[in-house]
């Protein structure tokens, strides 16, 4: 079963970021994106790790807010993801780090 958590990040510059992220993750994940919207999947065995599957980011830029969502097969995992999404965000915002993320972990999420 899916673990799932989502964050509202408000910034002014979310279409920025959202790109940002996507390229430098592109070198070495599958990823998608448009100005608008971006997905990220990271592999189940990434950097020797072994879930169960594969996590997934899902990120949808508006002119206020980045919204994200992560997927994940382990409470852990989706600990994990969490802190690599919003420390990468950070790395990009630097100008206005540390951003506000209000993870909010869905009813399955520890």
């Not at 989706?78 to 972990?105: C, M, T, Y």
Request: hydrophobic residues 35%; proline residues 6%; glycine residues 6%.
């Amino acid at each position: 079963m899916a673990l799932q958590s989502t964050a509202s990040v408000p910034t002014g510059n979310a279409s920025r970021y959202l790109q940002q992220l996507c390229k430098h993750w592109s070198h070495n994940l599958a990823v998608e994106f448009t100005p608008e919207k971006g997905t990220v999947t990271f592999p189940r065995d990434i950097r020797g790790a072994d879930w169960p599957g594969d996590g997934h980011l899902a990120m949808t830029a508006s002119s206020d807010r980045l919204d994200c969502t992560i997927d994940a097969s382990r409470p852990e995992q989706l600990e994990q993801l969490k802190g690599v999404v919003s420390s990468h965000l950070d790395r990009f915002a630097f100008k206005e780090a540390p951003l506000a993320f209000d993870w909010r972990n869905g009813p399955d999420a520890a």
